[in-house]
């Protein structure tokens, strides 16, 4: 099993940043990769980034890029999700998700989920 625990949002201006942070303990795999995603009020899960947990290769939402950067400590387990030039519409509940195999978009692709964080900005 896997446990996934984030942290790090809270409520920032228009054009602010923050940076979220996932914490994973238990069983760790070879082959994994960890991403993030998002919901917003009346909205489908979305994906924002993903990372390999060993290559380093990344994924964004059209989205976000430019504008959030996911990166990793393998010796924390730690995922972080920085995210800058934030937008009334990067609201949501974030979510941290781990899955083994290649990296992917899909939800359905993840195994492991966290509890998430709100991510709310003002404009």
């Known amino acids: 099993q896997v446990q996934l625990a984030e942290s790090g949002g809270g409520l920032v201006q228009a054009g602010g940043s923050l940076r979220l942070s996932c914490a994973a303990s238990g069983r760790t795999f070879s082959r994994s990769f960890m991403g993030w995603f998002r919901q917003a009020p009346g909205k489908e899960r979305e994906f924002v980034a993903g990372?390999?947990?060993?290559?380093?290769?990344?994924s964004y939402a059209d989205s976000v890029k430019g504008r959030f950067t996911i990166s990793k400590d393998n010796a924390k387990n730690t995922v972080y999700l920085h995210m800058n030039s934030l937008k009334p519409e990067d609201t949501a509940i974030y979510y941290c998700a781990a899955g083994v195999g290649g990296l992917s978009p899909d939800s359905s692709s993840y195994g492991y989920w966290g509890q998430g964080t709100q991510v709310s900005v003002s404009s």
């Open positions: 990372i390999s947990r060993y290559s380093g290769t990344t």
